[in-house]
């Protein structure tokens, strides 16, 4: 985030400071809308950072955190309620014990240590009696952690479950939000392309129209040709009929040649039948005679 909007928050501050003071004119009414335009852009940068699957897994942590301190309670409270019941123990083994000394002490005579070891025991009775009422309070403090540990334990368990379960719908939305917007052409990446593709298409119709035009200008007249090999409109008309022409005559050759070639052969094949009867006619008298000798 810049630093000038900071900068000029604390500036403001200061002279708000002044204006509390007597030095400086009151500026509340800037105060406050600047106040709340610093407030509107953090808002608006922080929702743009957040991440709702960072979130709650940061909140899951807390609440792990929560149930590790309840039960790290439970295990204080459990531990002071095991120390107390073993001083209750000490406690009232000394008092069993004054109890008998005092029953000897009556039973050699000796009432003077049987009320002695009496009287020590009435005052280890008093600390039992204390002991038990902080072990009570202990025990019920003890249980009521243990109720509120199992409690948080089955929230958290709950949460978590959610937690899962709305990670991946979020996951699912903002992959059929991204494939959405891929094929509608509308996301980040497929809009970079898209725009290339665009560009290249206006520039291709943009040569494309330019070149049309050059031809044009150039069959016209409007440019002349510097390399000597473009003709004139007239030039292209002429080789254009001068070319059909050529075509027509040599057609009419070919269908001339075609029909003088069909009645010389068959002229000729009449003449070659008249031919040979003659000779197989002659053939006889041209037959030689031998002599007898």
């Given at each position: 985030?810049?630093?000038?909007?900071?900068?000029?928050?604390?500036?403001?501050?200061?002279?708000?400071?002044?204006v509390?003071?007597?030095?400086a004119?009151?500026?509340?009414?800037?105060?406050?809308?600047?106040?709340?335009?610093?407030?509107?852009?953090?808002?608006?940068?922080?929702?743009?950072?957040?991440?709702?699957?960072?979130?709650?897994?940061?909140?899951y942590?807390?609440?792990l955190?929560?149930?590790?301190?309840?039960?790290?309670g439970?295990?204080d409270?459990a531990?002071s309620?095991?120390?107390?019941?073993?001083?209750l123990?000490?406690?009232?083994?000394?008092s069993?014990?004054?109890?008998?000394?005092?029953?000897?002490?009556?039973?050699?005579?000796?009432?003077?240590?049987?009320?002695?070891?009496?009287?020590?025991?009435?005052?280890?009775q008093?600390?039992v009696?204390?002991?038990?009422?902080?072990?009570?309070?202990?025990?019920?403090?003890?249980?009521?952690?243990?109720?509120?540990?199992?409690?948080?334990?089955?929230k958290?368990?709950?949460?978590?479950?959610?937690?899962?379960?709305?990670?991946?719908?979020?996951?699912?939305?903002q992959?059929?939000?991204r494939?959405?917007?891929?094929?509608?052409?509308?996301?980040?990446?497929?809009?970079?392309?898209?725009?290339?593709?665009?560009?290249?298409?206006?520039?291709?119709?943009?040569?494309?129209?330019?070149?049309?035009?050059?031809?044009?200008?150039?069959?016209?007249g409007?440019?002349?040709?510097?390399?000597?090999m473009?003709?004139?409109?007239?030039q292209?008309?002429?080789?254009?009929l001068?070319g059909?022409?050529?075509?027509?005559?040599?057609?009419q050759?070919?269908?001339?040649?075609?029909?003088?070639g069909?009645?010389?052969?068959?002229?000729?094949?009449?003449?070659?039948?008249?031919?040979?009867?003659?000779?197989?006619?002659?053939?006889?008298?041209?037959?030689?005679?031998f002599?007898?000798?």
């Amino acid at each position: 985030m810049d630093a000038g909007p900071v900068l000029w928050v604390l500036r403001q501050s200061l002279e708000l400071e002044s204006v509390r003071r007597g030095r400086a004119k009151p500026m509340s009414g800037v105060m406050k809308r600047m106040g709340m335009i610093f407030r509107a852009k953090a808002n608006k940068a922080l929702d743009r950072a957040e991440d709702p699957r960072e979130t709650l897994d940061y909140s899951y942590q807390k609440q792990l955190e929560l149930l590790q301190k309840v039960r790290r309670g439970v295990a204080d409270v459990a531990t002071s309620r095991k120390r107390l019941e073993l001083q209750l123990n000490q406690l009232q083994s000394q008092s069993s014990k004054l109890e008998d000394q005092g029953r000897k002490a009556l039973a050699l005579g000796r009432e003077d240590l049987a009320r002695e070891a009496l009287s020590r025991r009435a005052a280890l009775q008093q600390q039992v009696t204390d002991l038990e009422t902080q072990h009570a309070t202990l025990q019920g403090e003890e249980e009521k952690l243990t109720l509120a540990a199992q409690r948080l334990q089955a929230k958290v368990d709950a949460f978590r479950t959610k937690k899962e379960t709305i990670k991946a719908t979020y996951t699912a939305a903002q992959a059929q939000t991204r494939i959405g917007e891929a094929f509608s052409g509308i996301s980040e990446e497929m809009g970079d392309v898209g725009l290339a593709i665009q560009r290249a298409e206006d520039k291709t119709a943009q040569l494309q129209a330019r070149a049309g035009a050059i031809d044009e200008l150039l069959a016209s007249g409007a440019l002349d040709d510097q390399s000597g090999m473009h003709k004139d409109d007239i030039q292209a008309e002429l080789d254009r009929l001068s070319g059909g022409t050529d075509v027509e005559l040599e057609l009419q050759r070919m269908k001339a040649e075609l029909a003088g070639g069909s009645s010389g052969d068959r002229q000729a094949l009449e003449g070659g039948q008249d031919q040979a009867r003659p000779q197989t006619q002659q053939q006889p008298q041209d037959t030689p005679r031998f002599d007898k000798q």
